[in-house]
C-alpha cells in the first residue's frame, strides 16, 4: 500500500520523512517486518532527491525503528515495543463534533457478541445448514457475469432477474402480487425500513410500532426524527383500536408477531387496512419469517389483501439463508416507486452485484425452494420439541404462546418480572444458555426461544438448564418470602 507523507508547508523534509514514518511504525500502521519503500519511489512520490529520503531512513536505521538488508531493501524492525502511546490530543477530542441528541438514547447492538453452547437465541437461522457448495457454485457463475464484466453502477431497484425471481417466488409461496417493477432489492429487511422512512416521514411524524415489537425499526424511526409510539398486542395482533389517529406509517409483523410469534387475525387485517385508509396511513408490511410453517393455515398477507395501494411488503433473506449476507426486498406500491427508488440510489446506489447476481440464480435453477423445504423439516422438529418440552416441563412459570411459525417461540412468565426475566437470562448464561427475554413495558413479559441456531440434540440439556435457573429462581424467592 502507498505510504502516505505529507510535505506541504515543510521546510525540513528529511526530518519529516523520518518523523512520519516513525509515527507510521510507533502507531502500527507500519507493521514489524513490513518493508518501507524503496527511497527511488517515494523520492519520485514525494518530488523530492533520493538522497532526502535516504537521510530520513537512515536516522531511522540508526534509531533501530528499521533494518536493512543488502539488496531487498529496508524493512520495520521486529523488536520494537510498538504499544500505541496514550494519545492526549485523541482522548481530549472525544467530544469534538456533537452528534444530534437521539443518538444518546440508541445503543450498539450487544445481543449477539456472546454464543453460547445452548444458543436459543432468536433471528438466527442454522448456519451449519447453509448450502455452502451451490452458494460458491452461483457466486463464481456471478463473478463471470455480464454485470461485473461491464463494471458500472447497476439499476437503483436491483439486478433485474433477481427481482423477476423474487416477484416470482414471492407470487407462489406468499400470494404477494407485484410484477419486478415492484420490487426493489434491499440491504435487509432494516434499509427497506430507513428507505420507507425517508421517503414518508417528516420530523415529528408519528409512527405506530408494536408493544412489544422489535425494536431495531423503532429505533430506526426514531433516529429519522419521528414520533414512535407503542401499540398493544394481543392473541390476534395489533390491537387496531389502539392506534393514534395521527400514526402516519404503521409497522407491522402479521404473520408471526415479533416477539410474541402471534398471528395476526383476517378480522384484525381487514381492520387495519380499512384504518389505514380512513387515516391515510401507510401499512409496513415485515414478512421476516413466515417461509417456516409448521401447522395451520397460513393467512393471506395484508399486502394481498389490499385493494388501495397502502401496503409495503417487506422480506428478507437473513432468515431462510443467512443474515449476514444482507439480503432483502420490498414490494412497494406504484405510487412510491419512482420516490422509493431515489431514497435507495441516495442512500447507497444499490446493493451489491454478486450477491444479487448469485441468488437470482439461486432462485431460478430452483435450489432456494430446495433449501426452504429441507430446512424447514429440521426447524420443524425443533419447533414440536420445544413446544412439547415448554408445555410439559415449564408449566408452573411459563405460558407458552401459540405459533406455529418461524424460527422462535415466546412465552409469558406471568410471575415473574422483567427484573426475575433478566436474572434467570443472565444466570442461563452462566450455565451455558442464551435466552432472549422479553418485556412489554409492564407486566406481563416473558422469554423468547429460538429454535434457528440451535442443534436438535442440544434442546433437551439446554432445556433441563434453563428449568435448573427458573427452579434456583423460585426457591430463592421462596427464602426471601
Ligand atoms: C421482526 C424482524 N424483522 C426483520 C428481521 C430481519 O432483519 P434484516 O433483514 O435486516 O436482517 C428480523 C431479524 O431478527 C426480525 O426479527
Request: charged share 25%.
Amino acid at each position: 500500500m502507498a505510504l502516505h507523507v505529507s510535505l506541504v508547508g515543510r521546510t525540513d523534509l528529511s526530518g519529516e520523512i523520518y518523523r512520519q514514518i516513525r509515527q507510521a511504525i510507533l502507531d502500527r500502521r507500519l507493521r514489524p517486518g513490513e518493508r518501507l519503500p524503496p527511497t527511488r519511489e517515494l523520492a519520485t512520490a514525494l518530488s523530492v532527491s533520493r538522497s532526502t529520503v535516504t537521510v530520513a531512513y537512515e536516522s531511522l536505521l540508526a534509531e533501530g525503528f528499521a533494518t536493512s538488508h543488502t539488496g531487498s531493501g529496508t524493512f520495520v524492525s521486529h523488536h520494537l515495543e510498538t504499544k500505541r502511546p496514550a494519545s492526549k490530543t485523541r482522548r481530549s477530542t472525544v467530544r469534538a463534533i456533537q452528534v444530534r441528541g437521539v443518538w444518546e438514547t440508541i445503543p450498539l447492538p450487544t445481543g449477539f457478541n456472546r454464543a453460547a453452547r445452548f444458543d436459543f437465541r432468536t433471528g438466527l437461522p442454522d448456519a451449519s445448514l447453509f448450502p455452502h457448495r451451490a452458494w460458491r457454485r452461483v457466486v463464481a457463475g456471478a463473478l463471470r457475469s455480464r454485470e461485473m464484466a461491464a463494471g458500472v453502477y447497476e439499476n437503483t431497484a436491483g439486478n433485474w432477474d433477481l427481482r423477476a425471481a423474487i416477484a416470482r417466488h414471492i407470487g407462489i409461496s406468499r400470494s404477494v402480487s407485484g410484477s419486478p417493477d415492484d420490487v426493489i432489492v434491499t440491504n435487509g429487511t432494516q434499509q427497506a425500513l430507513d428507505i420507507i422512512a425517508r421517503v414518508l416521514l417528516e420530523p415529528g411524524d408519528v409512527v405506530a410500532v408494536e408493544q412489544p415489537g422489535y425494536l431495531p425499526p423503532k429505533q430506526l424511526f426514531k433516529a429519522l426524527g419521528a414520533r414512535v409510539i407503542g401499540v398493544p398486542v394481543d392473541s390476534e395482533g395489533l390491537v387496531v383500536e389502539a392506534l393514534p389517529a395521527e400514526a402516519r406509517l404503521v409497522y407491522v409483523t402479521p404473520s408471526h408477531q415479533y416477539p410474541l410469534g402471534v398471528a395476526m387475525s383476517l378480522s384484525r387485517r381487514r381492520a387495519l387496512l380499512a384504518w389505514a385508509e380512513r387515516h391515510n396511513a401507510v401499512v409496513v408490511e415485515d414478512d421476516y419469517d413466515s417461509e417456516f410453517r409448521f401447522g395451520g393455515r397460513p393467512l393471506e398477507p395484508l399486502q394481498t389483501i389490499d385493494t388501495t395501494g397502502r401496503v409495503v411488503y417487506v422480506g428478507t433473506f437473513s432468515k431462510t439463508l443467512l443474515p449476514t449476507l444482507r439480503l432483502g426486498f420490498m414490494v412497494v406500491p406504484r405510487s412510491l416507486r419512482e420516490t422509493a427508488n431515489k431514497a435507495k440510489h441516495v442512500t447507497d446506489w444499490h446493493t451489491a452485484t454478486i450477491a444479487q447476481s448469485a441468488l437470482a440464480q439461486f432462485i431460478d435453477e430452483g435450489a432456494f425452494a430446495r433449501h426452504i423445504r429441507r430446512v424447514s423439516r429440521t426447524y420443524g422438529e425443533r419447533h414440536e420439541m420445544l413446544t412439547a418440552a415448554i408445555k410439559r416441563n415449564f408449566c408452573d412459570c411459563l405460558d407458552l404462546i401459540p405459533s406455529s411459525t418461524g424460527l422462535h417461540i415466546a412465552a409469558y412468565a406471568r410471575r415473574a418480572s422483567i427484573d426475575h426475566i433478566d436474572a434467570i437470562a443472565s444466570r442461563a448464561f452462566d450455565l451455558g444458555v442464551a435466552i432472549h427475554p422479553f418485556r412489554v413495558g409492564e407486566e406481563p413479559q416473558g422469554i423468547m426461544l429460538g429454535y434457528g441456531a440451535i442443534e436438535t440434540a442440544r434442546i433437551a440439556e439446554g432445556l433441563r438448564r434453563l428449568r435448573r435457573c427458573f427452579d434456583e429462581h423460585m426457591s430463592r424467592r421462596l427464602k426471601v418470602a
